[in-house]
C-alpha cells in the first residue's frame, strides 16, 4: 500500500502486514492511502493519534479478449487473417497412421493431400 501526506512531499510504502510509521512535518493533516484494486483513501490525521485504516476493494471490470495463437505468436482475433486449426495431442492420435500428415487428413478441414501420378 502506498501512503502520502497530502500537504508534504512524503511518500512511503507500507509493511507486508499493512502497518506503517510515518514521521510528517505538520503535527495535523491529510494522509493519502493507495493500493491497487482498492479505493483510494483520504484521512485526517493529528500527531500521536493511531489510525486504523480499510481500504474497499474496487469493481474492476474488464471487457473479454479474445487471442489466437498462430504458434509463432498470439495476436487479437480480431486481427488475425485466415484460417487457423488448434491441434492438440487427443486430436491428432483419432486416427492412426504412419506419417503424421496423414493423421490430420480429414481431422483437420485444412488439409486435404493430393497424390502426385
Avoid: C, W
Amino acid at each position: 500500500m502506498s501512503i502520502s501526506v497530502v500537504a508534504e512531499n512524503l511518500q512511503i510504502r507500507s509493511a507486508k502486514d499493512g502497518s506503517f510509521q510515518l514521521l510528517a512535518r505538520n503535527a495535523e493533516g491529510k494522509i493519502r492511502f493507495t493500493s491497487v484494486g482498492f479505493k483510494s483513501q483520504e484521512v485526517r490525521y493529528s500527531a500521536g493519534i493511531p489510525l486504523t485504516i480499510r481500504l474497499m476493494s474496487e469493481d474492476n471490470k474488464l471487457e473479454e479478449v479474445e487471442v489466437v495463437s498462430t504458434g509463432y505468436q498470439k495476436i487479437p482475433k480480431e486481427r488475425a487473417t485466415g484460417s487457423f486449426e488448434f491441434v492438440d495431442n487427443k486430436l491428432l492420435n483419432r486416427k492412426v497412421s504412419m506419417d503424421f500428415l496423414s493423421r490430420l487428413e480429414d481431422v483437420v478441414p485444412s488439409i486435404s493431400r493430393v497424390n502426385a501420378q
